[in-house]
């Protein structure tokens, strides 16, 4: 049996990988998937994928096309999450700061240098017309780190997908100001080269496996409750975010990967774009 190690954050869009673990799914087809959770996001998953801790990551598109063209030893399988992602911007819920205006020149958290919260601080600056050579960061690991770091004045604010943090928006803990929509399909599956060129057959396999699993999802009965109690979700939230949300089971298009290094260029976060073959493969 082919064992796969596979990363993931710890959130609802990756419920299709854990229904397919828990059945047996993979194994059915002689494949041993292992998952791992990474709460600290895109950062901690390119960083594990470049040292062999895992050989397959489920990561914010932005990410593993930057860290690819940085010299990551992988590329992308395909498009996993066809949406956006909801980027809220959140501070202290006792802070001054009410809007999006006020955090203009203001540190923002991050979980990582080159994590999702790290490059969608940068689209932000630009939507909003700042100067992204004046943005400052304060690392902070997690969700958790950000709590402190935002509540100790160590950083203003912290931008992390809308509906995880929702809770938190809802007990107090963050207020949220605005909320920034990635301009592309937010998760892509990368997998290392050396997989890819061993066991090209046993990744495809799996991907139809997750696959079959995604393009359903929606329509399981009673799926709003599983992911409301699964992830500690009020179901009104599931069900907005179920509305805005859509699964791929292809590969990102060439057009949506050429935007994506166009804007990662634009914002200095790479040096140079390079051909959509070297970050692309097609299974």
């Known amino acids: 049996m082919k064992t796969l190690k596979v990363g993931g954050v710890p959130e609802h869009f990756n419920l299709p990988w854990h229904l397919c673990i828990e059945n047996e799914e993979f194994k059915k087809e ?32 932005e990410g593993a096309v930057k860290d690819i063209i ?16 909801v980027w809220g911007i959140h501070v202290d819920a006792n802070s001054e700061y009410n809007n ?9 958290a991050i979980s990582r240098v080159g994590s999702g919260s790290q490059l969608m601080a940068y689209v932000n600056a630009q939507n ?16 958790n780190g950000a709590i402190e770091a935002l509540k100790e004045g160590r950083a203003d604010y912290f931008m992390w997908e809308h509906f995880t943090t929702k ?25 290392k080269n050396e997989v890819l060129r061993l066991d090209h057959s046993d990744v495809r396999k799996m991907m139809d496996i997750v696959n079959a699993k995604s393009a359903e999802i929606l329509n399981v009965e009673g ?3 599983i992911f409301a109690e699964r992830y500690g979700q009020k179901i009104e939230d599931i069900r907005k975010w179920m509305e805005i949300t859509s699964w791929s089971q ?15 260029l634009q914002l200095n976060l790479i040096s140079n774009t390079i051909d959509n073959s070297c970050i692309l493969y097609n299974l």
């Open 30 to 61: 002689d494949i041993n998937v292992i998952w791992k959770d990474f709460p600290d996001g895109t950062g901690a998953m390119t960083k594990a994928l470049r040292n062999g801790e895992i050989d397959v990551a489920v990561l914010l598109t």
């Open 70 to 85: 940085s010299g990551n030893e992988a590329k992308i399988v395909q498009s996993y999450i066809a949406s956006p992602l």
């Open 100 to 108: 999006i205006e006020d955090l203009e020149g203001k540190k923002a």
């Open 128 to 143: 909003q017309g700042w100067d992204i050579s004046n943005l400052d960061f304060e690392i902070v690991g997690d969700i």
């Open 167 to 191: 809770p938190l928006v809802d007990n107090n803990t963050f207020k949220r100001v605005d909320d920034c929509p990635t301009p592309w399909p937010c998760f892509v599956v990368a997998v």
């Open 223 to 225: 799926i709003d409750n």
């Open 250 to 264: 292809h590969q990102i298009s060439e057009e949506e990967l050429k935007e994506v290094q166009q804007q990662l």
